[in-house]
């Protein structure tokens, strides 16, 4: 299983360079977002970090309109007919995970929550976790449109990551819970962890379709 190499393409360059274009935007949303993260703990909602923010929501906006436009394609053109459930909704997941990037940046500027500096690092290697967890997501997104066999050990690297980055949520969210923080204060941290780990929980949710697409086309 998954040893086929196998393109989606045959006529269809523009779509194939839609969908590379929305895999690039999810690697690049992801280096944003970490160096966004780092920029907040040092400065908190700083113009510095208003441009970034607003950097990463440029690149979620040009996703949605490269989705908009692989669905049209999709649809008008008639394209890949075979696949082209499967392939509309592995496009809509990838924007999910996008958009969760997003709307976690915009969370922190909208709250401009107060983090101690012990929890700086913790929270930069969540982020860290999480960016790379999407990013494997994209290099396995793109291996199903080119080459099978690429797509289970990105999914292995996804999972793995998924993994490490809720322990670490779980053990940053204890450390918190267990300060002198007012409850007010641990419960909005609380709230900026899980967000920030729900973006590694939605590219694993994203991985687990794109397996069963491949197995689907590899019976």
């Known amino acids: 299983m998954f040893k086929v190499k196998f393109s989606l393409f ?6 194939e360079r839609k969908i590379d274009e929305l895999h ?3 690697i690049e949303i992801s280096m944003v977002f970490k160096k966004a993260v780092h920029l907040f703990l040092q400065e908190k909602r700083s113009l510095n970090y208003r441009q970034l923010s607003k950097e990463i929501k440029t690149i979620e906006h040009d996703a949605d ?7 049209n394609s999709l649809y008008a053109q008639n394209l890949i007919p ?4 499967d392939v509309l909704e592995l496009v809509e997941n990838l ?6 990037f997003d709307e976690v940046a915009h969370q922190l500027y909208l709250e ?11 929270l930069e290697d969540l982020v860290a976790q999480v960016s790379e967890c999407a990013e494997n997501l994209a290099f396995a997104s793109r291996a199903f449109f080119k080459d099978f066999s690429a797509v289970r050990n990105y999914s292995k690297k996804v999972y793995f990551m998924e993994h490490e980055s809720d322990k670490t949520a779980a053990k940053l969210t204890e450390e918190i819970f267990a300060s002198n923080l007012e409850l007010a204060h641990k419960l909005q941290l609380k709230t900026i962890i899980s967000e920030v ?8 949710n994203c991985v687990d379709q794109l397996l069963i697409y491949v197995i689907k086309r590899d019976i």
């Open 10 to 15: 045959a006529h269809t360059k523009e779509l």
């Open 24 to 26: 690039d935007k999810i």
């Open 65 to 71: 309109i490269l989705r908009r436009s692989i669905e």
């Open 82 to 85: 075979d696949f082209r459930g």
């Open 95 to 100: 924007d999910k995970v996008i958009n969760e």
């Open 112 to 122: 401009n929550p107060d983090v101690p500096e012990t929890y700086h690092k913790p």
């Open 197 to 204: 780990a729900d973006i590694a929980d939605l590219a694993e």
